[in-house]
Structures are given as structure tokens and as C-alpha cells.
């Protein structure tokens, strides 16, 4: 550390844990440094974000917890007003959302009352209320538990049409509330959730004007917020609809087509009165401009397609996206943007494609990753949903893979012939897969899979690298230069260029054969860090949450058993022996998978997901 | 005659190799009384053990990281105090655990996740964070000392890179001299504009040496209030103090600040009293463009730490 008062003092500081002395130290570094000065001013605006367990007030519930009849799963959002967990109704055995609310936030009796009149409102597109009140000094609010994802994580990968309508679903539940008289207050993307199959539903009605009430809380989320709520005035339903608009047009970035902007502006109107009278008529204007502008893009596709696959970048803003966010990787992803540009070209169609451009300033990262100016890399290496999405059409011939721009690209790499077992070609095609927590992407023979981090386990026995060093993968992710990424090649660290894969090193070692598991409706996948239950455990080692016979490791029958509480979703699981870790219930009382819960079941076919 | 129901054990026994592993880690801080020692690893144990029963950490592991991060003169009673569950899982994510990775992953970034979900690139902190707390030879999360919560440690490394990437930490820059520019005071009152053209100097150099008179404190609950705008219960938090407290202790700043200018004011400008009032009347009334300024201008002096 420089000079810099240590972080452990500051968050000291606000823990209420730190000592006079270090107060006073800390108090003379502030008055020099205003850049501590601001991280802690700045940290100060977002306290009531902070749990701190040790804090005024009840200790908020771990899992395992009881609070009433409802028994907390895991924590699943913190916010403003509290926190967010997944829980279990004993009475009604049922999974819920439990949203305790801060107490010292709420009017607990007028939060009830709020509580009652929305657990009267039914509608598909918003989260029904079950139930409010009050145990063990907290106040909850008991909701649908929708497992899914929120709206704003749900747009990353979308393009502006399905996004759309994603978000008219959500305005038929703003509307449906707006005709119970009742106003929504803090719309917002992160209040808006998708389940697996898409359905949109709008939550956390009415709260933020229950919370509104008391002169401590922040009402709303200024972001999102209307002119008029933020100085404080009286709101009506159009607060909502401009928050909606909001919310849309950040989800859109720059890609919203001109009719649909010029329909948001409106709604985004400073007075209200300027605005749409009620959500159902700016839903409708969307509509109408959406089945409108439909025919033309039909129209404008088969053009494209004629033209051999033209791709033209979206003008969506930078956004990188991750592919690996799980501790120890390191590695980043951006999609279909970069900070310079990049000219593409897709081996597959042998066509030229336009230069790709960042409409706004990429992250850091991506500026790491298209480091190089000018860089000609295959599209399929750096756009592979434009490419999916556009060039579908006539995969065309094929030939040399050159630019016809004059410009040169990379020779392909050398790979092993064949295809991957998903039908990619043997291309590291970009982007890596989503690999679940601890494991990271890696490449084996040419192909993307998901490898645990430290024993490289999908490569089977462990072997000797080159660089001598033994056995498995060392303990952490080297460092790479540059623009690229650690990947485990072959059973060594490697520093893989993202777009044409490591060079490969030499390696000596005696390959075996991938090992074969049980059960499942696919082969046992080691690496996938999912419990196979009776999965041999010395094929998978790192994969086993608990070996049978015995207690410890390394005795007893050398099978895995299930383990409870390790949170992943077995799917046919028996729901009764592990009743934490079953993402959802079928008819048989068996555990099925469910997508947007971030693990790749086995079999599974989810898109989100594997 | 004590009975064996009456005696207080701690029922996860912390090893024997446990307590030496802290003792030799604090090093020559050795606590005298190694009784109380080992009561008080056995409870840290069984708390950090309680709390987070899946880490494959053992205690000696445990134990050896708490040891290095209290060499203090009463590392039993820092024992005590500090956030042992939290050290655990610090010293699992430190050590490659996968449950603690797991705990973090689940627990602990989400809440750290909303805390900077206002800077630009909330993803983005939230990886850097990961990638500076958990790769490396050192991995960030060992400087982690228990003092406070991890979420909280964690959202001050993560507001850090979050100021960092909007590229506003320049570590110890100069006190907020851009603010300078942008706060020149656009004055249409003429009697204000002619009290500020002949006493405005004098004003200002008053008050500046008034500012530097108030305690570090003083000045930065000031600051916090004027230049960061932040609220009583923002201020509040942060101190970990009543709101009334808050606002007591802001208004004596301001009230220590105005009668020091005064008093300074007065000794350089030989006025008499009623004259005073009334060029000070109007020249505090723009105080707080003048405590804008002077504020974000001024190198407070006490330049030692």
C-alpha cells in the first residue's frame, strides 16, 4: 500500500470497529487526501447498502435461520431496503421470496396494510405477494420466488427487438397495477425479473413508497426517477412510465431505431403532461412501431443475406461481457465491440465484413483485449452472435478466408482435424464457454471445456508439463501478457491468444482416456464441479462432495454420495435428502434442472446455462 | 468444588497445535497469560467453525492467519473483537477453498456488487475486485485484518477500483484544486460586489486561517457536508453516531469557523465592531461559496500524519 489509509481502517471506520487512535491517524490522513476523502464520502452515501451483521438492529438471518414459518435458504440480493432471500414456507411447503425489509425504514403497521392490498393484485407479468409481517424483530415480505434472472442481466446478449418485448411484458404489469390505482415508484430493470421460460414479472410494488414515508430512506432509485420524484413532488403513474422509459432506452444503448427513441423521448418528457397518458398508450405506440418496422426488416434480411452475409455491427454501447466471473479467472470477454477497429472477415463464408467500431469507450479490459490496432481477427472469433444471428442465411462458399479489403488476416491455427462434441469446429471459437464458479475455460485439443482450475481434471491422470512442473496445473492462473488469457492447454498453463488459440506447447505425457461416469441422462462430465451422486471417485476427484463409507475422505466404498448444501442442483436428485440444493420440484418429488441458475446440469439443455 | 457440568468448554476444541500455530504467529507479541489464550482460540474456532462448517481449513491454518493479522498488545482480546468467521473464509479464499471461494461468491460479493452498482461499470469493479482479492502469488485478500466485515472491507477495495477505473484516484493528489475554476462566485449584488472587491482578500485570507485553526475532524466533516454534499445521516454513518450528534458537531464547525474568521477579521481590518458586522453580514452570506472554495483549494497545514 502507498501512503493511502489502508482499507481495513476505513471499513473499520464504518463497521464502527475502529479504535481512537486509528480514528484520529485516520481523521489527519482525510484532511490531507482528498481522494480517501471522497472514496469515504462515497462509500457513506451507499451505507444502507452495507449488512453489517454487527450493526443497530437484529442480526439479519443466515441460511438455516428460521423466521416464522419460513426457513432462509440463501441470500439472493441485497438492496437499499434490505435484503432478498430465497426461503422456504414450512407451512405451505413452498419456495418463497423473502424480502426483509430494514426496520427502521418502514411503518411496520402501514407496510402490512401496503402488504394486504397488494396480495390482492394477479396478473401473469407481475410477482405475486403472499404474505407480510413481522418475526424476531424483522419485517418481511413474503413474494413468488421466481428463479431466473433480473431484467437488466437478462438483456446483456439480446438484440433490440427482444428486448422490446421483453419489456412491453413488463409494461403490461406497470399498466395492470396503474389500473389498480396503485403506483409501482422505483421501476427499475433489477426489479423486473425473467424466469426460465421467459416470463417477465415485475416485483417489489409499492415498497418504495411504504419506505418513502420515513425521512431516512431514499425513495426510489435516482437513476431511474422521474423529474418530478426527485424533487420530492406528488407522483403519479407517469413517474412509472418514465422510469420505464429509462430503463428501456439504457437497455436498448444506442441501438433503439429512430421510431422507438422518438416514442421513449416522449415518455421521458421533464412534465408529465407531455408525456403518454397512461401506460397503455405507450405500450401501444411500441407495438405499433414494433409490427411495423417488422415487415421492413424481413424485407432488409433477405437483402443482407443476398449480399453474402454482410454483417454491420450493432450500435449497442461497449459492454463487456463477462463469460467467467468466478474467483480465480481472470479472464474477459467483449462482445461485438471494440475500442479500434477491427476489420473481420468469416472464414466460413469467405466474405468480407465491415469494420467494427466501439460506439462508445470499451472497458478497460477490452481495450486490453483489442490491444493490438488494426488487428484482422476471423468475425467468428469476435462476433459470433452477429455472425449466428445474420449470417445464417447462405453459408456461402468458401475459399481463402481473406479480406477482400486488402487488408491480411492471421493464418488459422494448426488444429486436430474433426469437430468438437457440440459440432463447433476446432477453432477455439470465441468466445469461451460460461464456466461455473472455480472452474475456468480451457482448451484441450482445439476445443473449449470447462476444466477445474487446479487439477485440470478433465484431462484425466495427471501428467508432467514441460515447464517440469508436475502433475497439475499449479496452483494459480499465470499472468499473461498483453492480451491474452490463461487457459489450460493440454494439461499445462498456457497463455492462450483468445483468438487463435496457445501455441501449443510440447508435452510429454500419456494421454488417457476420458473417464466415464454414471447416471444422468449424459456422460458424468468431470470438471463440471456438479456432485454426481454414486459417480466414481477416482474418475472424478475434484468433482465429489463427499465419498461414501466413512466419514473424512479417502476411505469407504470410493463412491460419491450427495451432499446437501453444497447448493448445486442435482438433477434427480432426491428432493427429501437434499432439500436445500433441489432447484425445483417435479411431479415425482425428483429435482429438475432449471436454467438461469448458472450451473450446466447434465443432459441439460439450456442455453443460458451450458 | 467446581463440577464438571459448571465449566465452560468451548465444545470445538481448538488443537494444541492450533494455539501454538497463533502464538508463533504473533511473533513478539506474545501474550503473558496463555490460558485465556487458549480459551479464546477455542472460541474463535468454534465460531468460524459454526459459521462456516463446508471450508476444508483446518484451525492451525486458521490460527496462523488470525496470529499475523493481530500483533497488538492483547491479540486475546482482538481475538474477540475481530470478524474470525470472516477471517476463516479470507483465509480458505487466500488458501484456494473452494467452499470459501463458494461463500464469497454467494455471500458476500452480491452485497459488495450493490455497493458500487452507481459507478459506471459495476461488472467490471466487481471482476477487477475478484481478480486482485483472489489471483497471485499474494492474492489481495490476505490483507484482509477482520477488523470489520469482509462485505464491507470488500466494498472499500471495490469503491476504490471503481474511483480508480472512472480515473478519479490519483492516490494523494492535491486537495480538489479543479473546483476552483467552477465555483468563481457570479455576485450581481453591488453592495456585495464592492464589500468582496475591498474586503474580500482579507476576508478570504481570514478565513482560510480560521479553517486551519479547526481540527482535521472538524474540517473534514466539513468537506463531507459543502464539497461531497453529503447528508446528517450520511455524515451519521459514517461516524457511527446519532444524527443529532452529527449535526451538533457540523454546526460547532461551522460556528468555530465563522467566529475564528470573525475574530481574525477583526484584527486585521482595525474596524470597529458595528462596522464589522455589517461587511461580515454580507460576506458570510457567501460562506459557503467561500468554504467551497477555500475547502477544495487549500492544503490544510499539519502535514505529518
Known sequence: MTACAGENTIAALLAGAVDADAAARLEIHLDRCAVCRRLVADLGRGLSAIDDRRGTGPALPRPGDTLGRYEIRRAVGVGGMGVVYEAHDTTLDRRVALKLVRPELVDSAHLLAEARAMARLQHPNIATVHDAGTADGHVYVCMEFVAGTTLSACVADRSWREIVQLYLAAGEGLAYVHRAGLVHRDFKPDNVLVDRDGRVRVSDFGLARIVGTSPRAIAGTPAYMAPEQRRGEHIDARADQYAFCVSLREALGGAAPHWLARTLDRGLAPHPADRYATMEALLAAISRGLSRKRRGAAVLAVMVAGAAALVATTNRPATASRIIERPGATRFVTRDVAPTPVAASTPGTGSITSTMIATTPASTFAARMFAAPQRVVRLADVAPLVVRAIAKGPSADSSNGLPSDGSTSLPPPAMPAGACDDGAPRTCAWPPPYCPATTIAAIVDGCWTCADEQSCTPLGAPRTCNDGSKLRCSQRAPTCPGHTIPAIHDGCWACADPFTCPSRPTITHTKQPPPTGSGGSGAARCGNLMCEVGEDHASCPSDCCQLGGGSGSGNGSGACVATCGNGMCEAGEDHASCANDCCELSANGTCVPVCGNGFCEQGETCAADC | ?305
Not at chain 2, 154 to 174: E, S, W
Not at chain 2, 261 to 287: N, P, Q, Y
Open chain 2, 1 to 305: 468444588m467446581p463440577i464438571a457440568s459448571e465449566l465452560r468448554y468451548p465444545s470445538v476444541m481448538a488443537s494444541r497445535a492450533a494455539i501454538d500455530a497463533f502464538v508463533a504467529a504473533l511473533g513478539a507479541h506474545r501474550p503473558a497469560r496463555l490460558d485465556e489464550l487458549a480459551t479464546a482460540v477455542g472460541r474463535a474456532w468454534e465460531r468460524a467453525r459454526a459459521a462456516h462448517p463446508a471450508l476444508a481449513v483446518g484451525d492451525v491454518e486458521l490460527m496462523t492467519f488470525a496470529g499475523e493479522r493481530m500483533r497488538t498488545a492483547d491479540p486475546v482480546g482482538e481475538l474477540e473483537r475481530r470478524h474470525i468467521e470472516d477471517l476463516y473464509v479470507a483465509c480458505g479464499c487466500a488458501r484456494g477453498d473452494r467452499a470459501a471461494l463458494a461463500v464469497l461468491e454467494t455471500d458476500t460479493l452480491p452485497i459488495v456488487a450493490r455497493g458500487v452498482a452507481r459507478f459506471a461499470s459495476p461488472d467490471d469493479v466487481v471482476q477487477m475486485l475478484r481478480e486482485q482479492m483472489l489471483v497471485g502469488d499474494e492474492p489481495g485478500i490476505t490483507a484482509y485484518d477482520g477488523r470489520a466485515p469482509l462485505a464491507i472491507w470488500l466494498r472499500v477495495c471495490a469503491a476504490r477500483i471503481g474511483m480508480r477505473l472512472a480515473g478519479r484516484d490519483q492516490r494523494n493528489q492535491p486537495i480538489e484544486d479543479e473546483q476552483l475554476d467552477q465555483l468563481a462566485p457570479g455576485v450581481p449584488d453591488p453592495e456585495l460586489a464592492y464589500l468582496q472587491q475591498h474586503y474580500g482578500a482579507q476576508f478570504r485570507a481570514a478565513f482560510g486561517a480560521a479553517l486551519a485553526s479547526l481540527s482535521p475532524r472538524e474540517r473534514n466533516l466539513l468537506r463531507h457536508s459543502v464539497l461531497d454534499a453529503l447528508g446528517i445521516d450520511q455524515i451519521a454513518a459514517i461516524y457511527h453516531v446519532h444524527r443529532a450528534t452529527a449535526a451538533r458537531q457540523l454546526k460547532q464547525a461551522r460556528s468555530t469557523l465563522v467566529e475564528a474568521t470573525r475574530e481574525r477579521m477583526r484584527v486585521a481590518l482595525g474596524v470597529g465592531e458595528s462596522e464589522l458586522d455589517s461587511i461580515f453580514r454580507v460576506l458570510v452570506s457567501m460562506a459557503d461559496v467561500t468554504l467551497r472554495e477555500i475547502l477544495g483549494s487549500r492544503r490544510p497545514p499539519d502535514p505529518k500524519i
